[in-house]
């Protein structure tokens, strides 16, 4: 099979617009972002294998083709607050029929289906393919292990926004596949937690939480940590935010939305400037495996 990088390109927001709108009218929303998807990819030597509902399917002959015209599609300012988020990734292909197949084809839908909106996902592989100005673009998130995969995947990111918004894993490299233990540990004022795969726990200052934090600052209802599809996530619906910080020293923001964890660290209740050591809770994640929802 031939060799090309392969890029997945999918519309966030069309799942409102569906909901708001009956499906005629919310269609008529989504082919002018699918038109211009299709035109940044054919203006980048792109061939766009498949294009409905709100993604496209395409394959270029050069990493650095498939970056240009990701990262133009999550820059681009779309209409009705919508936006894109994508996956590449470099491999062989099969083009059959209206079709586009292979192991580069479902490894590039995995990462799109993990990037947050504005945001490219871009495997290991592509990266040596990369001009310098893009490669300064992208930021090594760490290694993933994605479903159907025996080895870890070494994923770099791109965003359109700060670090704050681009998708994390505090882990240590890993040379061999660890096993799912499905477990993680958190720690606060002397007590400790334990969830298994499909449980969570609710972090905040209401008595009725999981995870009481008497702080000021910190919400009725700050956060909420979870194990899904052996994915460790810490959602944050506060109004002050909170810091994640990994053992490496690295910290991110959150904000209102979700973000994957991996490895151990610590949860701040709060933003820069407020939070210390009685708003801090350990999580340890024993042998977790990162895998990509079902796309």
């Known amino acids: 099979m031939p060799l090309a990088c392969v ?20 269609l008529g929303y989504m082919l002018p972002v699918l038109e211009r998807m299709r035109e940044l990819i054919s203006s980048n030597d792109g061939i766009c294998v498949k294009s409905k509902g709100d ?19 999550i820059n681009e300012e779309w209409h009705l607050g919508m936006s894109v988020h994508a996956g590449i990734y470099f491999g062989e292909v099969l083009r059959q029929d ?37 490669r300064a673009r992208v930021l090594p998130i760490g290694d993933l292990h994605l479903k159907g995969k025996e080895e870890p995947t070494q994923v770099f990111a791109a965003s359109v926004h700060s670090m704050a918004a681009t998708t ?10 660890p096993s799912r233990t499905e477990l993680v540990e ?26 009481v934090v008497d702080c000021a600052w910190v919400s009725r209802r700050h956060g909420e940590i979870s194990i899904r599809q052996w994915q460790l996530e810490y959602a944050d619906h506060s109004s002050a935010g909170s810091i994640v910080k990994g053992a490496d ?12 964890l991996n490895g151990a660290g610590t949860i701040m209740l709060g933003a ?11 999580f340890v994640a024993h042998d977790m495996s990162i895998l990509a929802a079902n796309t």
Request: hydrophobic letters at 35%; charged letters at 20%; glycine letters at 10%.
């Open 7 to 26: 890029l997945i390109s999918d519309i966030t927001g069309s799942t409102q617009i569906y909901e708001r709108e009956d499906n005629e009218t919310a």
């Open 55 to 73: 993604d496209t399917i395409s394959f270029f002959p050069t990493s650095e083709n498939a970056f240009n015209a990701a990262w133009a599609m």
């Open 98 to 134: 209206a079709g586009l197949y292979g192991s580069a084809v479902n490894t590039a839908a995995r990462l799109a289906s993990l990037a947050k909106p504005s945001e490219v996902l871009v495997g290991a592989n592509c990266i040596d393919g990369l001009s310098d100005d893009n």
């Open 168 to 177: 994390m894993v505090f882990a240590k490299r890993q040379i061999e596949r």
């Open 186 to 211: 958190l720690t606060y004022g002397g007590q400790s937690w334990r969830i298994n795969e499909g449980e969570k726990l609710t972090i905040g200052r209401s008595s009725d939480c999981d995870i």
């Open 249 to 260: 020293g690295g910290e991110m923001s959150v904000h209102r939305r979700s973000t994957m």
């Open 272 to 282: 820069h400037g407020m939070v210390d050591d009685s708003c801090t809770i350990g």
